[in-house]
């Protein structure tokens, strides 16, 4: 018995020297499929930017600096996030506030704020992770499931940066913020009432929200959806593309750099919110299954690390972020085949552009803290 304990001594030493992954607080599984999605997308993207080797170059620059700020994320403890929430929150809404006399305008839209000689960002892409980290704040101290007074303060919390950025307009990042925020409710134990509450609420005031809150272009994207052939020449073009180009991948796609729907420009927005469907054209059906595997691997690897969080706030705020990537894709990929009305989500990690894949990385690091920061 002495020597069997005199042999498990160095083993228990061993254990308890930190590997180096946990000593700079990172998950090797997590971060191994993040880099295999993002070699996949610069694979795509390089067939979808039709030899612009400039573009190439930014977005995979872009990719290494997301890199980097999902490491830094990660070292921040979770006492500092939940410490940090309040103050975030309202440092969002005023730069939100901003983009309407500062904003530089795009397509009709004011969603950017310029700082000089250095950086172009968009706020919104900054509310899709204050917002849940604030949901979570609020609701981590309190007893769930959570009552009726706390859901209605949430749903205050969700609400007021989502409508500003409705009005910027940019109806998908709005989505993606209140599934962000939700999706904290939704972990925190929401009662099945409420949700039923809630789909009630959104059919009675269906009327009321196409009369006075859509605007004219996103009536035409949902009329579109249904009609797409109605003005095949205008509205209906960007859907009736990308649904041609997809169907004509078939199984195995006709090759990198094959694809003549993109190269010969008539999809359009090939490298940003539909390169989904350069992806299907040239890789076909397993080249578009291959990726979604990949994402479906992560998403369950983050939700085995929110699972695995020490705290309340860390796995509400882990788990929503997971549901928000989740939400991205789900929202990109219907989009693209016809099934949703076309609202400018990207493909994450993939679509060409450097905020979003900076926001989702800086989640990714966030969902790791959490759990690699035991004792807080």
């Known amino acids: 018995m002495n020597q069997d304990f005199q042999r498990q001594v160095p083993e228990l030493a061993a254990a308890a020297v930190p590997r180096w992954y946990d000593r700079i607080h990172i998950d090797p599984i997590l971060v191994g499929l993040l880099i295999l999605v993002v070699l996949f ?153 409420w949700v039923f509450y809630a789909m009630l609420l959104a059919v009675l005031t269906t009327p009321i929200v196409w009369q006075y809150v859509l605007t004219g272009y996103q009536k035409q994207r949902i009329l579109t959806l249904f009609d797409p052939e109605g003005d095949p020449l205008g509205a209906g073009w960007n859907i009736i593309q990308s649904t041609t180009a997809i169907g004509s991948g078939g199984l195995f796609g006709k090759g990198l750099f094959q694809g003549s729907q993109s190269y010969l420009d008539f999809l359009p927005e090939a490298r940003t919110d539909f390169i989904v469907a350069v992806m299907g054209e040239e890789l076909g059906f397993f080249g578009i299954f291959a990726l979604l595997a990949l994402y479906l691997l992560i998403i369950a690897r983050c939700l085995f690390l929110a699972a695995d969080a020490s705290s309340t706030f860390g796995r509400l705020l882990a788990g929503a972020l997971t549901m928000t990537f989740f939400v991205y894709l789900f929202v990109n990929i219907a989009m693209v085949s016809g099934l949703l009305p076309v609202v400018g989500v990207p493909l994450p990690l993939v679509s060409y552009g450097g905020t979003s894949a900076i926001t989702l990385m800086a989640g990714f690091g966030i969902i790791m803290s959490m759990r690699s920061h035991k004792a807080w």
Request: proline share 7%; glycine share 6%.
């Open 41 to 193: 997308g610069l694979t795509v993207l390089r067939s979808a930017v039709d030899g612009d080797d400039a573009l190439f170059m930014a977005q995979a620059n872009r990719f290494g600096l997301a890199f980097l700020v999902m490491v830094i994320m990660a070292q921040v403890p979770p006492n500092l996030y939940m410490r940090w929430a309040p103050m975030l929150y309202l440092i969002c809404l005023i730069l939100l506030a901003l983009t309407f006399f500062f904003g530089a305008e795009v397509k009709g839209s004011r969603r950017w704020l310029d700082v000089p000689h250095l950086l172009r960002f968009q706020p919104s892409e900054l509310i899709k992770i204050v917002v849940p980290m604030s949901v979570a704040w609020y609701l981590h101290q309190r007893i769930l499931p959570p009552s009726a007074k706390h859901v209605l303060i949430s749903l205050l919390i969700i609400l007021v940066p989502a409508i500003v950025i409705g009005q910027q307009p940019d109806l998908g990042t709005g989505i993606l913020v209140v599934a962000a925020g939700l999706s904290v409710l939704m972990f925190a134990g929401l009662h099945w009432r």
